[in-house]
């Protein structure tokens, strides 16, 4: 018979700062998973849940499927890979209760023409996952799609993939602002990258989770395993992240994506959320570039919602009304679409690679 912490699964992770690795994913990690995810939106046997994320990656394989399977629901599959007007069409001819996506699926589904809102009276709950959710998109998934129990869920491949969850009943301000607390049976805890100390509410540092969603370790690769773990067995996400004194926990960051320009730290995600706050933007990317002056600079990525125009000034201007000036992008690049992962998370290093070549420029030699 298989045992509860024998590898099922070997599971890529989604390669948004580089190359996929391989996942050595139990039973114990998966299963466990699935039920409380599932937990935290109150899913039951008489749930339909739609599912438009991948079946290859955690998201969909185990939230989905296992997730479905643990508490009785049906699933639904609008299409072979996500087309946000079948994904619509299926919500609503199939009268699904919940619906899974990241941000950009969200986006696009809000933005699709054929979108009606206040018109999925079905749609109860959900998961919105894989990267950041910007606040006004939460909103609007809230009131117009009328998902008024949708939960945040934050985790990795490596943790099977969910480490803490908002939950059902939890205030919007709680789904807007943070990514909930750590699922039963998960520990989490905020240290400081470089001494590894723990640290208390309201410091910034980096997540760290124990417990039953933390795999055995990458295949064939003891050396990148060994260096994701602290002694006391706490697992690294590489995410800079604060607890609030209620619990929760807010993700403030990746630390490789952090830009370091003239000796000052700035965190893409507070400029994208500020860009959100334009009514002609649809999306956008906040990366860094190497500059001859500061060591880094911003550059970011704009996408426009249809029939809307904006110049890279005026991008520009709208920065410095709201952020300290160091935080306004140093470059704006509009496009229509963004290098992604088949997931839907989007490929930073794709986008700095891209406008390197673009500006002529070399990585910086560092110390």
């Known amino acids: 018979a298989p045992r509860p912490d024998e590898v099922i699964n070997i599971q890529y992770t989604s390669g948004t700062t580089g190359y996929p690795k391989a996942a050595q994913l139990t039973h114990r990690n998966i299963l466990f998973n699935g039920w409380y995810v599932t937990g935290c939106q109150n899913i039951t046997s008489t749930d339909r849940m739609c599912i438009p994320v991948p079946y290859y990656h955690c998201f969909g394989c185990v939230m989905g499927t296992l997730g479905a399977v643990t508490r009785g629901a049906a699933m639904v599959i609008p299409a072979e890979y996500f087309d946000a007007g079948k994904s619509l069409k299926a919500i609503e001819e199939e009268?699904?209760?919940?619906?899974?996506?990241v941000p950009t699926m969200f986006i696009a589904m809000l933005e699709h023409k054929h979108f009606k809102?206040?018109?999925y009276p079905?749609?109860?709950?959900?998961?919105m996952a894989g990267s950041p959710c910007p606040i006004e998109v939460m909103k609007r998934v809230v009131s117009d799609m009328g998902v008024r129990e949708i939960t945040i869920a934050y985790g990795q491949t490596e943790t099977a993939p969910v480490i803490t969850q908002t939950r059902?009943?939890?205030?919007?301000?709680?789904?807007v602002e943070t990514i909930g607390r750590p699922l039963p049976g998960v520990e989490a805890k905020i240290i400081d990258p470089t001494t590894l100390q723990t640290l208390g509410d309201n410091e910034q540092g980096e997540l760290c989770a124990r417990g039953h969603g933390v795999m055995?370790?990458?295949?064939?690769?003891?050396?990148s395993t060994e260096k994701g773990f602290l002694p006391?067995?706490?697992?690294?996400t590489g995410d800079l992240a604060t607890r609030r004194p209620d619990g929760n926990y807010k993700i403030t960051g990746r630390i490789k994506e952090m830009i370091c320009r003239g000796g000052e730290n700035i965190y893409p995600r507070e400029i994208e959320e500020f860009l959100f706050t334009h009514p002609a933007i649809e999306q956008s990317a906040i990366f860094g570039i190497p500059d001859d002056k500061f060591g880094e600079t911003s550059a970011a990525w704009v996408s426009l919602k249809h029939g809307h125009s904006l110049t890279e000034q005026e991008v520009k201007d709208f920065c410095r009304k709201g952020l300290a000036h160091y935080k306004c992008p140093a470059h704006v690049r509009f496009v229509t679409e963004f290098p992604q992962t088949v997931s839907g998370k989007l490929q930073k290093f794709k986008m700095r690679e891209a406008m390197m070549a673009e500006l002529g420029l070399k990585e910086q030699k560092t110390a």
């Open 95 to 101: 009268r699904c209760t919940t619906v899974y996506g």
């Open 122 to 127: 079905s749609l109860r709950s959900g998961i």
């Open 117 to 119: 809102p206040k018109t």
């Open 168 to 175: 059902a009943e939890d205030s919007l301000e709680q789904r």
């Open 232 to 236: 006391d067995g706490f697992w690294r």
């Open 216 to 223: 055995k370790g990458y295949y064939k690769d003891d050396a």
